[in-house]
């Protein structure tokens, strides 16, 4: 199983960006995906989830509004679009799947929102 993260970046309070996490070594369709955030000095939190299908999303209240999750399973990507950012979204960004008991984890993708 691996996961890649990737699409963070330095972005000023009220912008957008766009995170990317691409999977293999399994069957993606199959499996919920979801996001996690790590700020400095805080416990990861889960910030996002969508069901195989791309039916069913959840959402962090912290998030919800501004986030959106999405998945192309033609392209075993999962998405988050991340709008009207805040400092507080400050934070190392991974996506995880939770596979026949083992979860997994990406390298993660650092976003700093900052003017």
């Known amino acids: 199983v691996q996961l890649v993260e990737s699409g963070g970046g330095l972005v000023q309070p009220g912008g957008s960006l766009r995170l990317s996490c691409a999977a293999s070594g399994f069957t993606f369709s199959s499996y919920a995906i979801n996001w996690y955030r790590q700020a400095p000095g805080k416990e990861r939190e889960l910030v996002a989830t969508i069901t195989s299908g791309g039916v069913t999303t959840n959402y962090a209240d912290s998030v919800k509004g501004r986030f959106t999750i999405s998945r192309d399973n033609a392209k075993n990507t999962v998405y988050l679009q991340m709008n009207s950012l805040k400092p507080d979204d400050t934070a190392v960004y991974y996506c995880?799947?939770?596979?026949?008991?083992?979860?997994?984890w990406g390298q993660g993708t650092q976003v700093t929102v900052s003017s």
């Open positions: 995880n799947v939770l596979r026949w008991g083992t979860r997994y």
